[in-house]
């Protein structure tokens, strides 16, 4: 896929995430409770991140400036974490997900103790099928964060994808130990009776 191509694609989905939240904003407004949803979500983007809402929501080229913008600042800002971690998410929604962890690495070297970025780590390589890599970081954000059920639910999926029952029997215990109610656990268990069984 050409960059151009790649960029359409990021714009287009994108595009089909603001129309959709604008919509979800116009709803919630009309029928839901009187604050306006995109004041609060505004509050937490980034710094530099483009305003919900804004005119450039129906207007592809500027949406595709935004993106190519944050890509490039990206590689030609190397030291700079959040634009790494942008540039990560921008390819991560597209499901580029060897071009996501490129950037999450370069985050977490820049800045190897922030949490969010070992566990996203874990998940993005959980779902580019690196099973073995992704067990290292959930294992790694479980050191930093021993309770986190999002982390242990993905450790115990990368353990039992990768086919080690032992791994996945100890992640799946850790998790019922912290959230016994967990909606993943049978799942979980079902697959660790599969594998152990040999089927």
Known sequence: ???????FAIIGILLGFIVGFLFAST????????????AASSQSLPADHPPVGANTA???SAMRQQVTASIEKARTEPKNFDAQVKAAELYYQIQRYDQAIEFLLKANQLQ???YQTV???GMVNLDAGHFDVAEKWYRAAMKM???DVMVLSGLCAATLQKGDAKGAEDAIA??????P???DLPQFREKLASLKSGK
Do not use: C, F, I
């Open 1 to 7: 896929m050409s960059r151009e191509n790649l960029l």
């Open 27 to 38: 709803m919630s407004q009309k029928y839901g409770p009187t604050a306006p949803a995109t």
């Open 58 to 60: 129906g207007d592809p």
């Open 112 to 114: 190897p103790t922030d």
């Open 119 to 121: 566990a996203n780590l």
């Open 145 to 147: 964060k021993p309770d």
């Open 174 to 179: 850790r998790l019922e130990k912290v959230d």
């Open 181 to 183: 109610s967990s909606q």
